[in-house]
């Protein structure tokens, strides 16, 4: 257990509407990652906030959008789904330290999206 | 971004070591190698990473080249809950405290009794 969660396990919804995926970093880390997993992409990064600003952004969709609360838990706004959205959504924390160099990223068991 | 090349697939006997390469020949000076791995489609479990020096934890050794452009994973006694796929990774800094984790395809380990 990494101490990173993620709600909901499963989403499953239709295409063109939005759903909003939740991640709680694990205590103390300020910083959160976000990342899609699909088969033909594998692992891709999307964004980075670190206490509560965006630091680092991926190749996120404009349709993708994020942002972290003052608790620092974070959330992962997809609209206008399509088909090709499916994917497992991870989320992984990390900079607890504080430093500038951001520590190593522990990732949560991921929300696994199916669009239909 | 810094590429890694791992092989896709490696077999390793229960019980053996397991060395798992990885060429990043493009890496930066301040580049870290970091290794994770994936079970099934659990989210991907860090393992070690390295600057320079060679690294040991609980989990595995990290044997970097001196001109750091390979490294090997080394899991000193593998099980069959090892069997996973390890992900090399070059850590990529974008701005202060803003980096991000490069995924390649990674390379698919199973530990056969």
């Known amino acids: 257990d990494s101490g990173v969660t993620q709600t909901p396990k499963h989403l499953i919804t239709a295409t063109g509407q939005r759903v909003t995926l939740r991640c709680s970093p694990r205590s103390g880390d300020l910083s959160v990652y976000w990342y899609q997993q699909s088969l033909d992409q594998g692992l891709q990064f999307l964004i980075q906030y670190y206490n509560g600003e965006e630091r680092a952004k991926g190749n996120i969709l404009e349709r993708f959008s994020a942002q972290q609360f003052p608790d620092l838990h974070s959330e992962l706004n997809l609209s206008s789904l399509e088909l090709g959205d499916s994917a497992l959504y991870f989320c992984?924390?990390?900079?607890?330290?504080?430093?500038?160099?951001?520590?190593?990223?522990?990732f949560g068991p991921g929300t696994r999206l199916t669009v239909l | 971004d810094a590429k890694t090349t791992q092989p896709p697939s490696m077999d390793c006997a229960e019980g053996r070591a397991a060395n798992l390469p990885c060429n990043h020949s493009t890496i930066s000076g301040n580049e870290y190698v970091y290794w994770y791995r994936q079970i099934h489609s659990q989210g991907p479990q860090y393992i070690i990473h390295g600057l320079k020096n060679n690294e040991t934890n609980e989990m595995a050794s990290l044997i970097i080249t001196e001109d750091r452009k390979s490294s090997t994973l080394i899991l000193p006694h593998a099980t069959l809950r090892d069997t996973a796929v390890y992900y090399c990774i070059v850590r990529v800094a974008l701005s202060r405290y803003g980096n991000k984790l490069v995924f390649g395809a990674g390379t698919i380990l199973r530990v056969k009794s």
């Open positions: 992984a924390s990390g900079g607890a330290s504080g430093g500038e160099w951001a520590d190593t990223q522990y």
